[in-house]
């Protein structure tokens, strides 16, 4: 059965630094998601990703995140310069669709980002 | 904006003993509702989901949840729990406009055999 993939599955990194966040998602989905959840509280959604440009993003994802689909395969959460808060597991997920049929969101394993 | 609680952060139960937890929500269009199951060191799967129609709906592994539009909630069942069903269950609403999925907290569940 076809699943998405994230790397690496832990990442550690020192604040102020970039981070890039891999994610592969099951080849004929189209929109493509990340979400995110700091430890002891619910998943956030950050941001959803069609054709090629965001369609949706949260109060969360500021000018520090961005995405990318760098070639047909990846698709990529960057955070330019992190910071302590940024610490969490971050998600991704991807769907065949949106709207009532067929957006059911398949999850990948997670990168838990420590930033210390 | 929308929003899902689950009343319920920890359960602890006995093999064989009967599950609900409850979710609420706060949506004011129409709702796609889904339960999703992470077990310890996997990744969030689906559970089941409701779209319309019938508002028992079944999912995998013996669960079972029920819409109640009057009560805005989507309680997750199980009649006899199993040890392997030890995991995090995480309510969620479908937010068409904005294509985005809105979480409650999650309920850790235990099972003891």
């Known amino acids: 059965e076809p699943e998405v993939t994230q790397t690496p599955s832990h990442q550690v990194t020192q604040m102020g630094q970039e981070v890039i966040l891999r994610c592969v998602p099951i080849?004929?989905?189209?929109?493509f998601y990340w979400y995110r959840q700091i430890l002891g509280q619910k998943v956030e959604f950050l941001v959803s990703?069609?054709?090629?440009?965001?369609?949706?993003k949260s109060e969360i994802f500021d000018d520090q995140f961005s995405v990318e689909r760098p070639d047909g395969s990846n698709f990529t959460l960057k955070i330019r310069s992190t910071k302590l808060e940024d610490s969490a597991m971050y998600f991704c997920?991807?769907?065949?669709?949106?709207?009532?049929?067929?957006?059911?969101?398949?999850f990948g394993p997670g990168t838990r980002l420590t930033v210390l | 904006a929308q929003s899902v609680s689950q009343h319920n952060h920890h359960v602890i139960l006995s093999e064989a003993a009967s599950l609900e937890l409850g979710c609420n929500y706060s949506?004011?269009?129409?709702?796609?509702l889904f339960w999703y199951v992470q077990y310890p060191g996997q990744h969030l799967q689906l559970l089941l989901k409701?779209?319309?129609?019938?508002?028992l709906v079944k999912g995998i592994k013996g669960f079972e949840a029920e819409f109640i539009k009057s009560k805005f909630s989507f309680n997750l069942r199980k009649p006899s729990v199993q040890w392997s069903d030890t995991a995090e269950y995480f309510c969620?609403?479908?937010?068409?406009?904005?294509?985005?999925?809105?979480f409650g907290g999650g309920t850790r569940l235990m099972v003891k055999p």
């Open positions: 997920a991807s769907s065949k669709a949106t709207g009532s049929f067929n957006n059911e969101q398949f």
């Open positions: 969620a609403v479908y937010n068409n406009a904005g294509n985005m999925l809105t």
């Open positions: 990703f069609y054709n090629n440009e965001i369609s949706e």
């Open positions: 080849s004929n989905h189209l929109y």
């Open positions: 409701y779209f319309s129609g019938d508002p």
């Open positions: 949506y004011g269009g129409t709702v796609n």
